[in-house]
């Protein structure tokens, strides 16, 4: 379903001396991996290992300065957009901020329904599909007229993932989507997903820097360092990570554990 191959991605640097400076600063160092369709592949890595810009190359914002990204057999980057058969959604971390606060919950699906009119050439009852994704996300109809403001965290980030299933995706991108959720709303979430993604058959991509999360929800990691590619493993198969620092991943959450809820992995690596 997702094929990506040989990514290089490099930033001008900033506060350069010169006037028309052009120095360069790398941050996906060829980076190659596949997933097939039906699998979650969970991205894992710290602060600025490249996880939200190699987030940003598979969602089409960002053309690699080297390298070829595939969606079901199709190129990203070549090629006309309306020949790309494969529909890629993303579900972003901050649920406040990618939802208009003036929308209702029946204007943030119209979004998601709306593309997918055009997209097809058809003609949606935008009501009853409304009804039915909210349904599918573990709401009722009676949240169609709220506003944002008065949704708690996890009942926007259902209406979020709603939005996103609204265009009737192949693949959903997670870009640290449950990280500023509470722990038993995170649950909650996962839970959700999981059932989603058997029901209709969809890829995920998970980008995080909890390794709870990826051993709940994913079938593989890709562990990500420095933007390079240090492993990939099968979830099942993650304590067997070869890699110094996906060994060193991995022993941090216990060490989080012992620090407790104040703490993080990142503290402890």
């Known amino acids: 379903m997702i094929k990506a191959e040989h990514i290089n991605v490099s930033f001008q640097k900033e506060n350069q001396e010169k006037l028309f400076g052009r120095e360069r600063q790398k941050v996906l160092f060829d980076v190659s991996f596949h997933v097939k369709k039906g699998d979650c592949l969970g991205i894992l890595g710290e602060s600025g290992s ?12 960002l053309k690699p300065d080297e390298g070829v990204v595939c969606l079901g057999g199709t190129p990203l980057y070549k090629g006309r957009k309306k020949d790309r058969q494969t529909v890629l959604s993303v579900v972003f971390q901050d649920y406040t901020t990618s939802a208009n606060p003036r929308f209702t919950v029946r204007n943030l699906i119209g979004e998601g329904l709306r593309v997918k009119e055009r997209r097809e050439r058809i003609r949606i009852n935008k009501d009853e599909e409304t009804d039915n994704l909210l349904r599918l996300v573990g709401l009722d109809e009676s949240y169609k007229e709220r506003l944002p403001h008065e949704l708690s965290g996890g009942q926007l980030q259902r209406v979020c993932i709603a939005r996103a299933l609204a265009v009737d995706p192949a693949v959903i991108l997670f870009d640290e989507a449950i990280s500023s959720l509470d722990a038993h709303t995170q649950v909650q979430i996962m839970d959700l997903l999981k059932q989603i993604q058997k029901e209709k058959d969809l890829t995920y991509i998970f980008i995080t820097h909890d390794l709870t999360s990826v051993t709940y929800l994913c079938s593989h990691v890709l562990f990500l360092y420095k933007g390079k590619v240090a492993e990939i493993r ?22 989080v554990q012992e620090m407790g809820a104040g703490g993080s ?3 402890a690596v």
């Open 50 to 61: 490249g996880k939200s810009t190699l987030g940003r190359v598979l969602c089409g914002l």
């Open 265 to 267: 992995w990142e503290q």
């Open 234 to 255: 099968e979830v099942e198969t993650i304590s067997k990570a070869t890699h110094p620092y996906a060994k060193k991943l991995l022993n941090a959450i216990f060490d």
